[in-house]
């Protein structure tokens, strides 16, 4: 199956100017079981590229391990590389304290922090020991007005945000994420637990954000990967089947088994 | 109709009352034992009209009537008064036979008297003694400016007692210990010559002091008790004096409340029978605060490593099934070992040390109030070690992938996000700890806790903390007055007055951590706890 895979000509080409990540023959176990199987793939600068597949295919795992969340988990590690900016993030030397603040991550469920909506935001920069008071106000507005949140929370951000909207909390998290100004977002089926008009919010943010950003998202929502991304990769039990262009993958796969999910004829 | 007792089973309704009927049991116990308690406790302190009873070979006999007991097969019916007049008859209580009581009258004339020593004094004012003069006293009425007169005559006493000589006394026992030590010719000189004027100055003091002990006896009423006898009561032993039987409700109030107050505010005397609680009530408050400033540091960091960075193996496992045990041991165990490991191992230790000029008199190598709460604190710790490993696995997992994401470390985690929002359970554990340790007795009475302290662990000399004090505890002074007493019958509801403090108290403490707890919550938000 690996050996059928076929890379669109166009992602290729670019590899070459602002490629961002590239994961290049990465393998990933959780103990004895291996969950990917000799993955290449590269994102640029400033697209979306996103991840669609089956449960359990292992798009979450990869989009976990651009960050190194995966080392919470026990027993759990990898082989062969992930560069990011050109720094392989499993390499010793690597700072995974630094390299998180440069990918922010929004998840699945929400998960405010049981704090004020503006000590959520700014949460991040605390951490980092920023003190200036004025540049931490600037910062949680901007980011908030990025999150296109600002307008429904700017007269209560001293509240606790356990009291926002699903949706609203969503966004906060999001914020949050940009707060610390990362150069990577990842976003782990961010829409999944949202109704159709939050839907349609996350996804306008997602198609603003990508000027400035460069945005992973894993999505089960086959309509949703192809409104917002610029690239798609689709994966089958492990593997990379196939990535391309998103308007490439949904009118024209090349290879059976996406075409068969994206008409969703099975998954 | 099987049909009907099927849905009426599947509905659970007999199990829902039966759970409610259990709780309402539960519930009635504890006010049952409060109300109880209560009731004991103060009635005693509400003043009884006293009887005059005439017997058939005509004596008569003053007294609060107590108990009754009715006539049995081999006894007949029984009254029992409290006579008091202890220092004449012997005894407090007396028990008089039904049927050899002629009359049972309530006179208002007949006067009780609370004195500092030997408990009631029940009769009937005569005359007023004093150094100039003796004059009849009408209306068992002590003229006010005689009282005043010794109430200041005592508390000059009370200042060169424990004021004036207790500084001389301090002065004299610091320099024999620096005479002990090393030191050269001229300071011993010196201090001796200190020592001469200290010996001459509490001779002046001592002589003042006999002076004033003599005017103060000066002044005392002439009493006549039931059976004709006179006797002197010197007024300076007076507490308080009334006719209970002359009293309106407000003026029985006011008795009332002054009984309250000085049980809640002053020293106990009369071997602890009588007076006040307050040294108790202060040493079991410090004690608990102590214990706990102690006892939640300790286990919340203990926990944390238990749950955040040691590894799950066996070694941690079993370390938490030894803490889990811990909670097990019988608390005198625990003091057993507080009196080995703290008051002879740490505390002699720093005797030698630090006051080995003291020595053999011991300073933390004996009983005290920081050993005593060290010992609770341990004792108290597996309850918040497992209240705090409990709270922390709460913290849902994706508060710490969101806080691990946003590039913080894990300790960071830990003080930001899991700590915060375990602190409403780490305060269940703080109030679980605290209400063992307050009901605790066994190990304070091997580590600290006496029947009666000369002075509180906390006072006004230098260093103000005195922490190595021996304290007075509510707990041992129940088990204290109640059965190890003289005279436990007339110091009764003196123990179930104890008894209530000391819930009260615990109460109280864990009403404010309740109060914290609830903040705590708010600040969560909807959270999961």
Known sequence: ?267 | MIQNLKSYLRYGSPFIWLSGAFLSIALMMIAGLILFISKEGLRAFWPSPIAQVELNDGSKVLGILTDYESATANDTAKYQFRVGNRDLNGLDFRWIEATSIKSILYPKDIVLVEREEYGYLIGRFESLVTRDLQEPIVNNRIPHSVISKTEQLRSQINEIRKTKIGKINQKVEANRLTLKSKIDETTRRHITEENLLLESEYRVLSTQLDQLETSANQASVQVRIDDGRAMDLKIRYIVRYFEPNNLNLWGKSLIFFSRINEFLSSQPRESNTEGGVFPAIFGTVLMVLIMSILVVPLGVIAAIYLKEYARNNLLTRSIRIAVNNLAGVPSIVFGVFGLGFFVYGIGGSIDQLFYSNALPAPTFGTGGILWASLTLALLTIPVVIVATEESIAAIPRSQREASLALGSTKWQTITHIVLPGSAPGILTGFILAMARGAGEVAPLMITGVVKLAPSLPIDSTWPFFHLDRKFMHLGFHIFDVGFQSPNSEAAKPMVFMTALLLVLIVISLNLAALILRKRARKNLGGSTF
């Open chain 1, 1 to 267: 199956m690996v050996n059928e895979r076929i890379t669109d000509s166009t992602t290729k080409n670019a590899t070459n100017d602002n490629e961002v990540i590239s994961i290049q023959n990465f393998n990933f176990f959780y103990g004895p079981t291996q969950a990917l199987f000799n993955i290449d793939l590269s994102v640029n600068q400033h697209t979306v590229m996103a991840l669609i597949g089956p449960s359990g295919c292992g798009k979450s795992t990869l989009l976990r391990s651009i960050n190194r969340m995966n080392d919470l988990i026990d027993g759990a590690y990898v082989q062969g590389k992930v560069m990011v900016n050109g720094i392989d993030i499993y390499d010793k030397s690597c700072d995974v304290i630094e390299l998180r603040r440069n990918i922010g991550m929004v998840f699945q469920k929400s998960n405010p922090f049981p704090k004020s909506i503006f000590e959520n935001v700014c949460y991040g920069l605390r951490i980092a020991g920023i003190t200036d008071k004025e540049f931490i106000e600037q910062s949680v507005e901007q980011s908030l007005r990025d999150a296109g949140l600002w307008d429904e929370v700017k007269d209560r951000l001293r509240e606790n945000a356990m009291g926002l909207s699903g949706g609203q909390q969503q966004r906060l998290c999001i914020a949050r994420a940009l707060c610390v100004k990362p150069q990577i977002l990842l976003m782990d089926e961010p829409c999944s637990a949202l109704d159709p008009i939050a839907t349609t919010k996350i996804e306008e943010l997602i198609f603003n954000l990508k000027k400035s950003y460069t945005i992973i998202i894993v999505t089960h929502n086959m309509q949703q990967a192809a409104r917002v991304s610029d690239f798609t990769s689709f994966f089958w039990l492990g593997k990379l089947i196939e990535v391309g262009k998103t308007e490439k993958i949904f009118t024209n796969p090349s290879i059976k088994i996406t075409e068969d999910y994206i008409s969703g004829r099975f998954g």
